[in-house]
Antibody, heavy 120, light 107 residues
Framework: EVQLVQSGAEVKKPGESLKISCKGS????????IGWVRQMPGKGLEWMGI????????RYSPSFQGQVTISADKSISTAYLQWSSLKASDTAMYYC?????????????WGQGTLVTVSS | DIQMTQSPSSLSASVGDRVTITCRAS??????LAWYQQKPGKAPKLLLY???RLESGVPSRFSGSGSGTDYTLTISSLQPEDFATYYC?????????FGQGTKLEIK
């Protein structure tokens, strides 16, 4: 069974750094792209970027380029989303999702989400 | 970027109704369109891909159609568990974009 399990909710202060994770199982982690999607409170879905864990090829949405870093550790089947300096506007639910095939493709499996709250 | 415009943004309907949600792309996307369902507090769930292909396990009351820039999601007979928010997503361009969502509520 394909599963993406994300790390738990985080509460941080503005200016702090953060790295959240997404662990894949039940499939060949290195053979499928993993994407990250933001959902701000009460709002819709925004695609942030994707990574191919096999070779760490990474693509970013222009809206998020330079704001976050996406990485992966294929040895432990885990993808990451990180911030170096959080802002209050980063408060959102973040989902990882597996892409169903070669670029470009839809997302077929989703993690349960990680809620990030940034507040002073 | 390819802009995706969904309509309506919200919809009230009754169990048993047939409903249609529309998604329009700012340029042709060659059926590279997926539909997702999201319930409150849950992750999105893939319903259809390639505009009309039903994901495994999804009830056949869900169907998709369209071409070029205009696509529709139809639910043939609403069930209580279908009340949720629905999103379209284009993957014609690797700069993926989602529609703004359609909230389907019980009348």
């Amino acid at each position: 069974e394909v599963q993406l399990v994300q790390s738990g909710a985080e509460v941080k202060k503005p200016g702090e750094s953060l790295k959240i994770s997404c662990k894949g199982s039940g499939y060949s982690f290195t053979s499928y792209w993993i994407g990250w999607v933001r959902q701000m409170p009460g709002k819709g879905l925004e695609w942030m970027g994707i990574i191919y864990p096999g070779d760490s090829d990474t693509r970013y949405s222009p809206s998020f380029q330079g704001q976050v870093t996406i990485s992966a550790d294929k040895s432990i089947s885990t993808a990451y989303l990180q911030w170096s300096s959080l802002k209050a506007s980063d408060t959102a639910m973040y989902y990882c999702a597996r892409q169903g095939g070669n670029l470009p493709a839809n997302f077929d499996y989703w993690g349960q989400g990680t809620l990030v709250t940034v507040s002073s | 970027d390819i802009q995706m415009t969904q309509s309506p943004s919200s919809l009230s309907a009754s169990v048993g109704d047939r409903v249609t949600i529309t998604c329009r792309a700012s340029q042709g996307i060659s059926n590279s369109l997926a539909w997702y369902q999201q319930k409150p507090g849950k992750a999105p769930k893939l319903l259809l891909y390639a505009a009309s292909r039903l994901e495994s396990g999804v009830p056949s009351r869900f169907s998709g159609s369209g071409s070029g820039t205009d696509y529709t999601l139809t639910i043939s007979s609403l069930q209580p568990e279908d009340f949720a928010t629905y999103y379209c997503q284009q993957y014609y361009s690797t700069l993926y974009t989602f529609g703004q969502g359609t909230k389907l509520e019980i009348k």
